[in-house]
């Protein structure tokens, strides 16, 4: 079946950069993009960017321009999530969503992974 | 930036009722919205995508409408396992969601 396989939990000190892994499976890897979402304690839904993991191309949302990193591994189907210069604000739930459409997408994400919770304290 | 404002922010139903969610966009964004359903401790689900259209395994009982900057999310008989938090999405402009809709008994 088509799944999204997160990593582990991480807990992180301000400053520090933390990776978060989605290891695809059940599907074509190179046919659907990939994007990010998080989600702070009790909040809403928040999008960082998205990767096409056939060409390895990146689209960040503003905010996150400069701080986040998207890369892809076509031999282990994983997608990447860098981010950079964590802050208390950082701490939240990271979940990776396939999109919708194949090849060019569009930005709707019909499969998700169960998320990786990102804590960032001193 | 295109702001989505959901409302009411709780709806507090019975199962068997009529659910009716609203959401606005700070401007035009076609009808390229979505609507997600997210329960406790998971990942949001997919509902409607380009307004109106159910994806896939959505029962019928789920229904979008609206274009432009209005656009409702209808849920025609409440059944207990649809008591969760709604979002709406657009990506017309960027990618933003809404602060969401608790649907709650």
């Known amino acids: 079946q088509v799944q999204l396989v997160q990593s582990g939990a991480e807990v992180k000190k301000p400053g520090a950069s933390v990776e978060v892994s989605c290891q695809a499976s059940g599907y074509t890897f190179t046919s659907y993009h990939v994007h990010w979402v998080r989600q702070a304690p009790g909040q809403g839904l928040e999008w960082l960017g998205i990767i096409n993991p056939n060409t390895g191309s990146t689209s960040y949302a503003q905010k996150f321009q400069g701080r986040v990193t998207m890369t892809r591994d076509t031999s282990t189907s994983t997608v990447y999530l860098e981010v950079s210069s964590l802050r208390s604000e950082d701490t939240a739930v990271y979940y990776c969503?396939?999109?919708?459409?194949?090849?060019?997408?569009?930005?709707?994400?019909?499969?998700w992974g169960k998320g990786t919770t990102v804590t960032v304290s001193s | 930036e295109i702001v989505l404002t959901q409302s009411p922010a709780t709806l507090s139903l019975s199962p068997g009722e009529r659910a009716t969610l609203s959401c606005r966009a700070s401007?035009?964004?076609?009808?390229?919205l979505a609507w997600y359903q997210q329960k406790p401790g998971q990942a949001p689900s997919l509902l409607i995508y380009?307004?109106?259209n159910r994806a896939t395994g959505i029962p019928a009982r789920f229904s979008g409408s609206g274009s432009g900057t209005d656009f409702t999310l209808t849920i025609s008989s409440l059944e207990p396992e649809d008591f969760a938090v709604y979002y709406c999405q657009q990506r017309y402009n960027g990618l933003t969601f809404g602060g969401g809709t608790r649907v709650e008994i």
């Open positions: 969503a396939r999109d919708r459409a194949t090849h060019n997408g569009d930005y709707y994400m019909d499969v």
């Open positions: 380009d307004a109106s």
């Open positions: 401007q035009s964004v076609s009808g390229y």
